[in-house]
């Protein structure tokens, strides 16, 4: 039984370094990449053990990554006017994988977001007429 768990004990101890190693890449690149970074934070509720990251450009785009201790990297460009994230993907992404040699594999993309066509458009006059 003591084997056990101290195989376990190891596994733990390698999962949280490389995370931490996975943390700094993360952070690195995205000051690299021009985004104001918050600290990360260690969020443990039920079942998650997660660390968020949170950067914001002058602009008001933000960037958020949760790297879990299960290696899962999880990542959101938000607040981006119409398909301006694409490019902020393009830098941070590539660079982690490259300059960090972190392979983030079985990729998906839940929600992409097309050109914000409608925000330039006029409103339109109600039908109703004032007396």
Known sequence: ???ALMAEVDSCCIDESVRREMVRAVVNTMVDA???VDGPRLIRDGDTDEVLIRGRKPAGSQAEFRIGLNREVVYKFDRYRGSECKADI???IPAIQSVYGINLSDERVLWRNPDDR???AVPQ???RRSR
């Open 125 to 127: 006059p109600t039908k």
């Open 34 to 36: 021009g985004f104001q």
């Open 118 to 120: 409608s925000c330039d």
């Open 1 to 3: 039984m003591l084997p």
């Open 90 to 92: 393009d830098q941070v």
